[in-house]
């Protein structure tokens, strides 16, 4: 009797102790459990934002060409956030323009590194309201790779993008928001 | 393998010379009373022993926690910066959570469930009584990393207990510690509901099937697999925030191609069955409470369990109902809101089951009563806010605000906490053999129920005109109900030093009435759920070990 529920008692410890120790794996799985049963199971949208930065490195070969739309123009606005205490000094050339769904543009954006010493900074970009990311598209962007001040150096970086012409009527403001992290340490 | 013996006829486990003893089983060790002195409580592995050690543990807690309360109350009693500084007070915050959620409530069930379910399924004592001591005192080791942080240069961690990135990062030299002090409460808690689940499975008495377990037992064991299942990944989640910080990975960092919205996914994972392990057992509480008082069997016995159930497996789909404002597709933000609305099905089959209990029985109304009719009533009332902000497009104003703080204060203050406090009144004559002083337990529910509704109810209104949460500032229109919370929260905290005083004045004898077995009419009858009480069968205070014969299970229902 004692002795067969010492038996059944270690049988359940280690059963536990192993679900334990594979809930500890969960967090770290998440990414990919969420592209395995979210996207290619359920076939829900990707991401949106890792379906940009896709579709960013695709566009990167080949511009696709649009229809412009003449009958309409959308705002586009340009916005910079320095992350943390990064030395930076860091604006777009203009703060919005118009633009017609389905030509190309460019815009510059400036930043300079303000320290004595060399900075490798990476930027993120964020689109708002959420649900345009599907159609704006970027073919150039400093955001692709990691950009390297020298000390005290300012760069000009352009930006090329179309925003495609099926973007629904009801959008009339997309805002553009990059924010340059500092991963100097990190390299 | 004596780690994993806990021997039915085997009542000497109480020392560590456990080995020695085995071969004299045959004379039964129930005279053996506990070791002398304070190395009893060090080293002892007897349920009872170790279910005090939580429950003062518990106690101590709720007062250090308590006051912490009660600094974020002085600051918020009037606008503008009085008493302390902004970090500190976002660390008094986020350090309340904490204490109060991982260093209080949960003991406090741990240290019921191993008081009461031995006891309650007729066992000698829970299934592996050596990893019960080690889960205390790691308990214990981890809640004393987390305060130590308090005077680390920097501060305690401030980023709120969710501890999100990236603000969670700027913490200085606590951080590490606080992530470390997570694991050590995870590694405790999950070896606690390993116990649970091992005694609840193996040490049954004989006849006590799992459809005649009490409902505490029935939820305890539930909450024993949500522990195990979730523990795990918030221990997941800080290891990230630790490799981020000191690491050079990129988890929850932008830069490196990561995103902190991960991390708010992986903790409400982890967050909102956790909430869970706070209000089952609570539950189980409250319908062990009831029938007695009401003098009538538990109503729907088996609806209670399937509840208890669906709630715990819904509790695995609802997390994001947390971050319904992080940019979700629309098809998350709707799964998440039905989701969450089918959990008001069970828990509202809970709360009618508990007033159809109450309907028609000869009720009385004892301190242990008062607490778990206050528990239905204002836990509702948390209930019926939680189901305001699980709509996904009402919550984008609720979010972050003090709604949030008056819906989950609803729930874990008058909610689980409460009904801790009546199950420390129900059973206290039970384990000290003394009654407590009547006159002043109701005295203390009155002036706990008033206060708790003076603290909380007016932060519905500052959070619906948009006060946020986590500031020790505000607009200046929101001073008079901050004032009148302030003011229920004092009164709320002094009315607590009455429980510490009825809970000491009953160790200590209480008001010299000698307590029967049974303790409350009907007890014995009612407190089991659909079999006879097994606790109230044992004298008050029962023997230092107990049911080293396994009892004999008496069904309550007519043949």
Redo the contacts between chains.
């Keep these: 009797?004692?002795e067969n529920?010492?038996k059944?008692?270690?049988r359940?410890?280690q059963i536990?102790?192993l679900?334990?120790?594979?809930?500890?794996?969960?967090?770290?799985a998440?990414?990919p459990l969420y592209n395995w049963v979210c996207v290619d199971l359920l076939g829900?949208?990707d991401r949106?934002d890792i379906q940009q930065s896709i579709a960013d490195k695709r566009a990167l070969a080949k511009e696709t060409v649009y229809t412009v739309d003449k009958s309409r123009q959308v705002v586009v606005e340009f916005a910079t956030v320095l992350?943390g205490n990064i030395p930076m000094i860091f604006s777009a050339q203009t703060q919005q323009m118009k633009v017609h769904p389905g030509e190309y543009y460019t815009v510059n954006f400036i930043a300079q590194n303000t320290s004595d010493r060399a900075i490798v900074a990476?930027a993120?970009p964020s689109l708002s309201p959420?649900a345009v990311t599907d159609f704006f598209e970027k073919t150039q962007c400093f955001c692709f790779v990691e950009q390297t001040f020298k000390p005290k150096e300012t760069k000009i970086m352009p930006i090329r993008f179309v925003v495609k012409p099926d973007l629904a009527a009801d959008y009339k403001t997309i805002t553009l928001l990059y924010?340059f992290?500092?991963?100097t340490d990190?390299k | 393998m004596s780690v994993f013996s806990a021997k039915r006829y085997d009542g000497d486990d109480h020392n560590t010379s456990h080995n020695l003893h085995e071969h004299h089983d045959e004379h039964h060790d129930d005279h053996h009373g506990p070791a002398k002195g304070i190395l009893r409580w060090v080293f002892t592995t007897n349920h009872k022993d170790i279910g005090t050690l939580y429950l003062v543990f518990a106690l101590a807690m709720f007062f250090v926690g308590g006051a912490m309360a009660m600094i974020i109350r002085a600051e918020l009693f009037q606008p503008g910066l009085q008493l302390v500084q902004p970090e500190f007070f976002n660390s008094m915050t986020t350090m309340h959570a904490l204490v109060m959620v991982f260093g209080m409530m949960m003991p406090a069930f741990v240290g019921l469930a191993n008081w009461m379910l031995p006891m309650m399924i007729g066992a000698p004592d829970m299934a592996l009584p050596r990893m019960n001591n080690m889960s205390f005192w790691l308990l214990v080791a981890g809640v004393l990393l987390l305060a130590s942080t308090l005077f680390m240069e920097g501060g305690a961690p401030a980023a709120g207990w969710t501890l999100y990135p990236p603000l969670v990062l700027q913490t200085k030299a606590a951080f590490p510690f606080a992530v470390f002090s997570v694991h050590l409460l995870g590694i405790s808690s999950i070896m606690g509901s390993i116990n649970i689940i091992a005694t609840i499975t193996n040490m049954r008495a004989p006849g006590m099937t799992l459809w005649k377990m009490p409902i505490f037992a029935w939820t305890w064991l539930i909450t024993a697999f949500l522990l195990i299942a979730v523990m795990p990944v918030f221990a997941g989640a800080v290891t990230m925030l630790l490799t981020d910080k000191f690491f050079g990975t990129s988890f929850f960092s932008a830069a490196g191609g990561g995103d902190p919205v991960l991390y708010q996914h992986i903790f409400w994972f982890f967050g909102h069955p956790e909430v869970y392990i706070l209000i089952l057992p609570s539950f189980g509480v409250a319908s062990t409470i009831i029938p007695v008082f009401s003098r009538k069997p538990l109503f729907g016995y088996g609806s209670m369990v399937g509840a208890t159930i669906a709630i715990a497996l819904l509790s695995f789909v609802v997390w994001s109902h947390h971050m319904f404002t992080v940019g979700m597709p629309i098809i998350g933000e709707l799964f998440f809101m039905w989701a969450t609305i089918a959990i008001a099905v069970p828990t509202g089959m809970k709360v009618f089951n508990w007033v159809a209990t109450m309907w028609d029985g000869a009720m009385s109304f004892e301190t242990p009563m008062l607490f778990a009719i206050a528990f239905v009533v204002l836990f509702t009332i948390g209930g019926f806010t939680g189901v305001m902000m699980a709509l996904a497009p009402l919550d984008f104003q609720y979010h972050d605000t003090y709604f949030i703080v008056a819906h989950f204060h609803y729930v874990l203050v008058p909610g689980a906490t409460f009904i801790i406090m009546a199950a420390v009144y129900y059973w206290l004559p039970k384990w000290t053999g003394h009654m407590y002083n009547e006159k002043i337990g109701r005295l203390h529910f009155w002036l706990s129920t008033v206060s708790v509704n003076i603290l909380f109810f007016p932060q519905h209104f500052v959070g619906l005109a948009g006060m946020p949460r986590r500031i020790p500032d505000y607009a200046i229109q929101f001073s008079d109900w901050n004032m009148i919370s302030s003011i229920g929260g004092f009164i709320f905290g002094a009315s607590q030093l009455l429980f510490l005083y009825i809970v000491i004045d009953t160790i200590r004898g209480g008001t010299g009435e000698k307590v029967t077995n049974e303790v409350w009419e009907g007890a014995r009858q009612y407190g089991g759920g659909i079999v006879e009480g097994l606790e109230w069968t044992l004298p008050s205070p029962p023997p230092y070990h107990t049911f080293t014969e396994p009892p004999v299970i008496k069904s309550i229902l007519p043949h």
Excluded at chain 1, 19 to 28: E, K, N, Q, S, W
């Design positions: 009797m004692t529920l010492a059944k008692n270690t359940l410890v536990l102790v679900v334990a120790i594979a809930m500890f794996g969960f967090g770290y998440l990414v829900l949208k949106a992350n990476q993120k959420g924010t992290f500092d991963i990190k």
